[in-house]
Every structure is written in structure tokens, then in C-alpha cells.
């Protein structure tokens, strides 16, 4: 059974931190790249950060020097720390798992993140 369990979400104030996890499991596919994706309400669902499973990254503008996304591949699982955050980073965050090659995605089931001023 393929699950993608995001958690880590919270309310925080604006300058904190946290850190969100994506542990995907059952996947009958190699995994290409593991990206962190958010929404906000009202707003296209947008790319955050993506790692391959080269370890290559790549960032948004808004996020970058703030938001850093890392492998743990003992745990089989992908961090997004997420630095001095600012009420505008408020959204549900997803995780999204893409298969290689031309093969199937995955979402999360997204994890509210709210940032208070």
C-alpha cells in the first residue's frame, strides 16, 4: 500500500522554525525526485523545494537562504527546515513523490503550516 506521510506542521511565530517530514512507503517505482509543495488559500498550489535522488536541489525565490531540504536514506524519508518564517509561508504543504521513468506521482495528504505576525 503506497502511503506519503507528511508531519512536522504547526503554528509558529513569524521568525521561528519548523521542520516538516515526508516519509513515502510502498512505492513499486524508483523515485526520481521528492519536492515540498504549498497552498495557500485562494492561491495555485505552488513548488517549494525538490530534491533528486542525486541529492541535487532546487528552491523557490521566496524561499531561498530561509528553507532547506535534505534525505535522511536511513530513514527513507525528506526534511524541510524551514527558517525565520514569515506569515506569507501560511499553507498547507504537500509532499510530492515523482517516479522515473515517466512514471506515476504521489501527493500527501498536506500538513497546515501557519506563521503568526
Known amino acids: 500500500q503506497v502511503q506519503v506521510v507528511e508531519s512536522g506542521g504547526g503554528l509558529v511565530q513569524a521568525g521561528g522554525s519548523l521542520r516538516l517530514t515526508c516519509a513515502p512507503s510502498?512505492?513499486?517505482?524508483?523515485?526520481?525526485?521528492i519536492g515540498w509543495y504549498r497552498q495557500a488559500p485562494g492561491t495555485q498550489r505552488e513548488v517549494v523545494a525538490t530534491?533528486?535522488?542525486?541529492?541535487?536541489?532546487t528552491y523557490a525565490e521566496a524561499v531561498k537562504g530561509r528553507f532547506t531540504i535534505s534525505k535522511d536514506n536511513d530513514k527513507k524519508s525528506v526534511d524541510l527546515q524551514m527558517d525565520s518564517l514569515k506569515p506569507e509561508d501560511t499553507a498547507v504543504y504537500y509532499c510530492?513523490?515523482?517516479?522515473?521513468?515517466?512514471?506515476?506521482?504521489?501527493w500527501g495528504q498536506g500538513t497546515q503550516v501557519t506563521v503568526s505576525s
Open positions: 510502498g512505492i513499486p517505482f524508483n523515485i526520481n525526485v
Open positions: 510530492h513523490i515523482n517516479t522515473a521513468p515517466r512514471g506515476p506521482e504521489y
Open positions: 530534491i533528486s535522488d542525486l541529492g541535487s536541489t
